[in-house]
């Protein structure tokens, strides 16, 4: 049976596949999580409830203090992000085989959950400015089928929301944002969870802020929070009524619980994320041939990821070799996004064909470097002496 790569294993040796000491090896994040006496006194309740799911008191309770957060008018909880973006896509009810303008440079997640609609992603190229979605490329795009746009907020990169929306609107397009690695982030001072129909958000393990798995849908449209209550809960309207066709994607009790957990102690996480991207910046910025996105105007900032673009002509190194060299000393960047969605091996060829050029550039010089909230400067050092002096980076 071939091996299922599950994340605990480094992929690099050869097949064989060697156990991660979490102590030793630096990993591209970390989860961050509360002390576990704070997280025992969370879920102590539930021995007393035995309240485990569908809707319960943490539940509710994060939803209220999620929309304070990020300063939205509705807020839906959700199992994953992934689903958050699948069900908020259902809830537009588009006609099957629809059109979706949508970028390629992201994790697979995006298109899957076009795709398993039953709607079709139509690929636009991104900028190299920032990465996002090209909106001087929609318009180009559009066909009487088109039905929406879904852009990314990639690595937490804000779209060109005017822009997008005045597309929209002259189309009569909705606007489904896809917001899984913006969390917390302010636009032009207001959260940036309300652009768009719906923005969606992911809580996964991997991200900024986690509840173990989680999701969140945010929208203005009061309706939409039945109609993605029902997408999530089978349609189940009372006891004996069932009125929508829905899946199963409630977040349950227990991850509610790490995240209200987590939300008190965010600002911090995010003020140590920053502390450890200026450091990255201070050393990495100037360097020929490593381009590091400028910090966005008008955005406030929660430092989801560092990504670095090495051009090897300049640089004397490809991405590639860069990380295999930070392999060697135990590092673990990722090539966060590559190959791009519409060249996976699942869409048989079907999008391959499509130009996407600077997405390809992209997606083939681009790294993501390790970044979470205790990740020493000294680390953050280390890791960029070994990017800059290769073999003879310390050990
Ligand atoms: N849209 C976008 C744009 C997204 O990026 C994502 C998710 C989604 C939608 C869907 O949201 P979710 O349904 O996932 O909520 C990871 C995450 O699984 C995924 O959530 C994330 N994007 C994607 C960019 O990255 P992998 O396959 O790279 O994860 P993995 O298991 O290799 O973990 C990466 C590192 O994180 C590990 O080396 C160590 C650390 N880690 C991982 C786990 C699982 C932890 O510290 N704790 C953990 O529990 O996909």
């Given at each position: ?9 480094v ?17 591209v ?17 539930l ?14 309770s ?20 992934h ?10 009810h588009f ?45 180009e ?6 039905v ?31 917001a ?8 032009k ?33 009061p309706?939409l ?14 006891e ?30 995010i ?65 966060y ?42 680390d ?16």
């Amino acid at each position: 049976m071939d091996k299922v790569y599950t994340g605990c294993f480094v992929p690099s040796d050869g097949g064989g596949g060697m156990e991660i000491n979490m102590e030793e090896k630096i990993l591209v994040t970390r989860s961050s999580m509360p002390s576990m006496e704070e997280y025992i006194d969370m879920i102590r309740p539930l021995w007393d409830s035995h309240w485990l799911t569908n809707m319960g008191e943490l539940h509710k309770s994060l939803e209220v203090k999620l929309k304070e957060y990020l300063q939205v008018q509705g807020l839906s909880l959700f199992v994953n992000g992934h689903m958050a973006l699948e069900l908020a896509i259902a809830a537009m009810h588009f006609p099957p085989g629809s059109e979706v303008i949508t970028t390629p440079f992201t994790f697979i997640s995006t298109t899957h959950a076009i795709v398993r609609n039953g709607l079709q992603p139509v690929f636009c190229d991104i900028k190299t400015s920032d990465y996002t979605i090209d909106e001087d490329k929609i318009e180009e795009l559009i066909t009487d089928k088109t039905v929406a746009i879904v852009p990314v907020h990639v690595y937490g990169q804000i779209c060109n929301i005017e822009q997008i929306k005045l597309i929209a609107e002259k189309y009569n397009l909705k606007v489904i944002y896809d917001a899984s690695h913006a969390f917390g982030e302010i636009y032009k001072g207001e959260g940036v969870g309300n652009f768009g129909q719906v923005s969606t958000f992911s809580f996964h393990a991997t991200k900024v802020y986690n509840t173990i798995e989680g999701g969140a849908v945010c929208f203005s449209n009061p309706d939409l929070y039945t109609t993605l209550y029902n997408l999530k809960n089978f349609g189940i309207r009372s006891e004996e009524v069932v009125a929508e066709v829905g899946a199963n994607a409630k977040m349950n009790e227990f991850a509610a619980a790490m995240g209200l957990c987590n939300l008190k102690h965010i600002e911090q996480e995010i003020a140590k994320r920053k502390k450890v991207v200026e450091k990255y910046r201070e050393i990495l910025g100037t360097v020929p041939g490593l381009r590091i996105l400028p910090e966005q105007t008008d955005v406030t900032s929660n430092y989801a990821y560092f990504p670095i673009l090495i051009d090897e002509t300049r640089f004397g190194r490809t991405r590639n070799e860069v990380y295999d060299l930070l392999k060697t000393y135990d590092i673990y960047s990722r090539k966060y996004f590559y190959p791009l969605t519409s060249d996976q091996a699942c869409f048989r060829n079907r999008y391959r064909g499509l130009p996407l050029q600077n997405a390809r550039y992209i997606s083939a010089r681009v790294l993501v470097l390790p970044l979470y909230a205790d990740l020493s400067l000294d680390d953050v050092e280390r890791i960029c002496r070994i990017i800059l002096e290769g073999e003879s980076g310390c050990r």
